[in-house]
């Protein structure tokens, strides 16, 4: 191996394939400085964190960024992000709830609220009152969740043992294949035929599967495609067990691949709504539409 | 008449030849225990790889190949390899190894790299009953393995490391890819690398104790397989199994491929 090799390899190396970009958004049009009320939803997530501003229940900004090694840091960066970008203080912000795997440990949170109900609230903001089935793809976790017309929760399933079907097993994926995550998608249907979903249902077991298939002559792509087809029927099966109903809605990191979504709909028959939000802000948005309500309602602690 | 054993495991190919003396009993085992076994080329088929191994194994033992009466197989590979007289399951040659070496054994626990089960062996080596995990890395030896990388110890010094803790720190995470992560937690958090490396084992130690369960833990036990190399998941086995006396083989990878070899010579 000559030099010029070895140095792109190691280049190569260092290149952080699963990085996906961190966003902050505030709305253009808006100005906080005229809403009544204020509310603040924080979703402490195992992979990434978010923080959500509403202005009198509208969605006003936010802010989603990776989940640092200690969740109160990771909660008080999350909303810095979002203030940051439109000159609020913490103490403008009347209600603040927290929620996702790391709930308890938001400091400045009036109210810690479960992740699940959060989703079915964030979901029922963002594709409507039509939202029946909610699947919330997460960094480490995935869940079916069934909820009413007001978006809140009858039913759910999670899976948070292992990591396939869960974002942090499509990292791994995009680290092996040396493909920045956001392109895994599209790069699974530049493929001449769809192949079979890889066998190994284990993360660690695909990984080999997958070296061996690329041995074996596979393209990048191709192998990518198996995978993705694997994860689409691994989500599936856990949501057939509470069972489809429309509309359908998905939520969290992987809703941004294609090729998990196109897949899940070309097996369960059913298009997914489309929104116009990011879908990693679903749990924090319902969280702050919860904080909306117990302020509006007089329930908060600080009026 | 000489027979042939083949362990096809998922990561390296496992060799015993017997020489069936026919006097007294015991065949003399010709060649596999005490010789380094081969590392499954990623570049070869199983085959192929078969073959190769198969080749050496044979000229090591100064044996002649075609006089080799019957070939057995076993192993995550053991339907791959063409010359092959036949095929028996994991469960199968590891209970009739296991036996042969230990004849009061009842039952046998066998942790690969990338398998973990328990197997319930009758007096003649027979499996009666066995409970495993194909499916998930969690309570196989490749757990371990990425977890020592994490921690950046050989496997040796893994084992050796867990042995010198005795604190009990909890892994949350079931799943390889989570428990990565669990254990980098630990190391930012300045958790001394013994501990760290006996709550990995503990932990796999659990699983397996969980998969051995089922078919119930009945003495003697005897645990096989290359985690047997692993002094501190042995002592976590032990202890997760309650029980006074685990027994372990000299040669632990090559229990299956000597019950294959067994099989092969009592086949009529």
């Given at each position: 191996m000559n030099a010029a090799v070895m140095q792109q390899n190691a280049v190569a190396e260092k290149k952080e394939y699963w990085r996906w970009e961190e966003t902050a958004w505030?709305?253009?049009?808006?100005?906080?400085?005229?809403?009544?009320?204020?509310?603040?939803g924080i979703d402490v997530g195992s992979v990434s964190s978010q923080a959500v501003l509403m202005a009198d229940g509208e969605l006003y900004g936010y802010n989603s960024m990776r989940t640092g090694s200690n969740s109160p840091d990771s909660a008080?960066?999350?909303?810095?992000?979002?203030?940051?970008?439109?000159?609020?203080?913490?103490?403008?912000?009347?209600?603040?709830?927290?929620?996702?795997?790391?709930?308890?440990?938001?400091?400045?949170?009036?109210?810690?609220?479960?992740?699940?109900?959060?989703?079915?609230?964030?979901a029922n903001y963002m594709g409507g009152s039509r939202v029946r089935t909610i699947l919330d793809m997460g960094g480490q976790d995935c869940k079916a969740i069934h909820c009413d017309e007001k978006g809140k929760v009858t039913n759910f399933l999670m899976n948070d043992k292992c990591a396939a079907g869960t974002g942090r097993g499509m990292e791994v994926i995009s680290d092996l294949m040396q493909i920045p995550i956001a392109e895994l998608g599209a790069r699974s249907f530049e493929v001449d035929e769809e192949p079979p979903a890889v066998s190994s249902v284990c993360v660690v077991f695909a990984k080999s599967e997958a070296l061996g298939l690329l041995k074996a002559g596979w393209t990048k792509n191709k192998v990518v495609a198996s995978y993705c087809q694997a994860m689409a029927e691994r989500v599936v099966s856990l949501m057939e067990r509470i069972g489809v109903e429309r509309e359908f809605f998905i939520t969290g990191g992987i809703a941004k691949n294609p090729g998990v979504v196109k897949r899940i709909e070309r097996i369960i028959g059913i298009e997914a709504l489309k929104t116009e939000y990011d879908s990693q802000i679903a749990g924090a948005l319902g969280a702050a539409l919860f904080g909306y309500t117990l302020v509006q309602k007089g329930q908060a602690k600080q009026g | 008449m000489i027979t042939a054993g083949i362990d096809m495991g998922s990561r390296s190919i496992k060799i015993v030849l017997l020489e069936d003396i026919q006097v007294e009993g015991a065949p003399q085992i010709k060649y596999g225990l005490k010789k380094p076994y081969l590392m499954l080329p990623g570049d070869l088929d199983a085959d192929q790889a078969a073959t190769?191994?198969?080749?050496?194994?044979?000229?090591?033992?100064?044996?002649?190949k075609g006089?080799?009466?019957?070939?057995?197989?076993?192993?995550?590979?053991?339907?791959?390899?063409?010359?092959?007289?036949?095929?028996?399951?994991?469960?199968?040659?590891?209970?009739?190894?296991?036996?042969?070496?230990?004849?009061?054994?009842?039952?046998?626990?066998?942790?690969?790299a990338e398998e973990g089960r328990g197997i319930k062996a009758d007096a003649s080596g027979k499996a009666t009953?066995?409970?495993?995990?194909?499916?998930?890395?969690?309570?196989?030896?490749?757990?371990?393995?990425?977890?020592?990388?994490?921690?950046?110890?050989?496997l040796k010094e893994f084992g050796?490391?867990?042995l010198r803790s005795d604190k009990t720190i909890p892994m949350n995470a079931q799943c390889?890819?989570?428990?990565?992560?669990?254990?980098?937690?630990?190391?930012?958090?300045?958790?001394p690398k013994e501990d760290i490396a006996k709550a990995v084992l503990d932990a796999v130690a659990s699983r397996v104790c969980a998969m051995v369960r089922r078919v119930g833990i009945e003495k003697d036990v005897v645990l096989i397989g290359g985690m047997v190399h692993n002094v501190g998941f042995v002592a976590s086995l032990k202890q997760a199994m309650d029980v006074d006396e685990l027994l372990l083989p000299d040669h632990p990878e090559y229990v299956a491929a000597l019950g294959c070899a067994l099989l092969a010579a009592q086949t009529h």
């Open positions: 505030v709305a253009p049009d808006k100005d906080w400085r005229a809403a009544k009320i204020l509310s603040c008080r960066n999350a909303l810095a992000g979002v203030m940051d970008k439109c000159g609020m203080k913490q103490e403008d912000i009347h209600y603040v709830v927290g929620t996702g795997y790391g709930r308890v440990n938001v400091p400045f949170a009036h109210r810690a609220i479960t992740e699940i109900a959060c989703h079915a609230r964030g | 190769i191994a198969f080749d050496n194994a044979c000229r090591e033992a100064g044996v002649d006089g080799v009466k019957r070939i057995y197989t076993t192993g995550a590979g053991r339907k791959q390899v063409a010359f092959a007289t036949d095929s028996v399951t994991e469960m199968t040659a590891g209970a009739k190894g296991a036996v042969y070496l230990f004849p009061n054994v009842k039952t046998v626990v066998d942790v690969g009953d066995f409970a495993g995990n194909e499916k998930c890395a969690a309570g196989a030896g490749s757990f371990a393995e990425a977890m020592s990388r994490a921690l950046q110890l050989s050796e490391y867990s390889t890819v989570f428990a990565e992560s669990e254990v980098v937690s630990l190391i930012h958090l300045n958790t």
